[in-house]
């Protein structure tokens, strides 16, 4: 393989990481809206479809070293992994529009999924602490005030009947 077939592969590569990270962007998204309405259904075949979407950025890395190992020998490129910019600036015009082109686009892609697994940890969190203060609440119903007719704060004495302690 010599330098210009070593970047268009490199280039196919992108191509298909950048379609990747697409719907790694889109399974957020849905993961997202599946957090909101609390649908478990949703929210777990969205997961499924994560690991998938996972092992393949895993494989196209996989396929990508090796490419970057050769275009750094044509290229008398010293660095151990380096930046997708010093080797289109290496590339000496073979496919450097579209190299630049995908990079910007992955830049993008990985920006707005970083993003989108921060709102959605979020949501996580937040649906965590409201779950833990519902518990709270069922298991020590005797430390809550509750206000009588008259506007006065009540403690409540013994616990619902519908809780069941013993579970």
Not at 72 to 87: K, Q
Not at 118 to 128: I, R
Not at 138 to 150: I, R
């Amino acid at each position: 393989m010599n330098k210009m077939e070593s970047f268009e592969a490199l280039l196919e590569v992108l191509q298909e990481e950048v379609q990747i990270y697409r719907s790694l962007v889109d399974l957020l998204q849905e993961e997202q809206k599946g957090l909101i309405q609390a649908d478990l259904e949703v929210i777990e075949e969205v997961e499924k479809k994560k690991e998938t979407v996972y092992l393949k950025i895993k494989l196209l890395e996989e396929s990508r070293q090796p490419l970057v190992a050769k275009i750094c020998a044509f290229c008398g490129i010293t660095e151990e992994d380096p930046p997708l910019s010093r080797m289109i600036q290496a590339s000496g015009g073979h496919c450097t529009v579209a190299l630049t082109a995908c990079r910007g686009e992955l830049r993008e892609l990985l920006m707005t999924v970083q993003n989108l697994v921060k709102m959605n940890e979020g949501l996580v969190g937040t649906s965590l602490e409201f779950i833990r203060g519902s518990l709270t609440i069922l298991q020590h119903p005797s430390f809550q005030p509750v206000y009588s007719p008259d506007g006065q704060i009540e403690t409540m004495q013994g616990t619902p009947r519908s809780v069941n302690q013993q579970a």
